[in-house]
């Protein structure tokens, strides 16, 4: 995992953070469940948790969709290429791509577009951004840069985990394991059994 | 375009997916150092933007496969775990054309990712007698 330059963070004794959707956006319940859903991958494991709010101008995440140039020097470029991105703490910006085709449920995998992305698998990726998390260089990560479409990618690895911990430290109720199913992460020892 | 469900998208649309913003880097595949592309320039714009090529105004760059697009080509390959060839071979083009966060990789000239990491054949062996 890497962190920023700087290693900027939210400041010690951050619980909670707020987030809100840009206004004009009118997104619908199931695509803001699968943001609170992915949020909800980062508060598993560590001491932050998210509430939406409905005040987007004081949120300290503002979430939108835009296309090409929408004001931030980081302009859009149409279907796939870049997908979305997200600035350090405490900024909060976290800005998707309005020109892709974004799969909000279900099996994107079996998606017949060739250009279909998940958002969740998006999502979480760009709140390890907001967060203070970097790129990292494992493939598995959540944090690894690319991310081919029709793919989902939505559970925390092993150092996507270790990296957040490092920040903000571990959520008491964390035991080790991201998902019921798939894993079962040994915290005492850094040992991953399948 | 929001679809609630991979079902939920139109045969239409499927048949008629557009190409990605990347796809037409593919054209680079195989190009060598020391030579001229047409169009290289823009796969420069793409290295700085990514922050392997650092302090160039991206209106400078030529179609030139000069030595600081090799040497962003081999840190890319290094951060993303291929062999470093400073060359612009299908697998690393392959990475390259993928979708992915607009987040730079290398910021202020600065990185952890695998190129930041000390190199350990740069280590001092010793053996103890």
Known sequence: YTFFPGQPRWPAGTETLTYAFDPN?????????????????????????????????????????????????????????????????????????KAEDWVVNGDVTESSLSNAVDLESVAVHEIGHLLGLGHSSIEEAIMYPTISSRTRKVELEEDDIDGIQNLYGSNPNFNGTTTATSRDRDSSFGVRHV | RFFPDPSSIPTWMSNNAPPGAWDGYRNFTGCSPGKTYD?????????????????????????????????????????????ITGELDNTTMNYIIKPRCGVADIINGTTSMNSGKFNSSNEIHTVQH
């Open chain 1, 25 to 97: 956006e009118n997104l619908d319940d199931s695509t803001k469940q699968v943001f609170a859903n992915a949020f909800n991958q980062w508060s598993k494991v560590t001491t932050i948790t998210f509430n939406e709010t409905t005040s987007y101008n004081t949120a300290d995440i503002k979430i939108g969709f835009y296309s090409g140039d929408h004001g931030d020097g980081e302009a859009f470029d149409g279907v796939l290429g870049t997908l979305a991105h997200a600035f350090s703490p405490t900024d909060g910006r976290f800005h998707l791509d």
């Open chain 2, 39 to 83: 169009g290289l320039s823009k796969l420069k714009n793409y290295f700085q933007h990514f922050g392997y090529i650092p302090n160039s105004p991206s209106s400078n760059f030529n179609d030139d496969f000069d030595e600081a697009l090799e040497s962003a080509i081999k840190t890319y390959q290094k951060n993303f775990n291929l062999n």
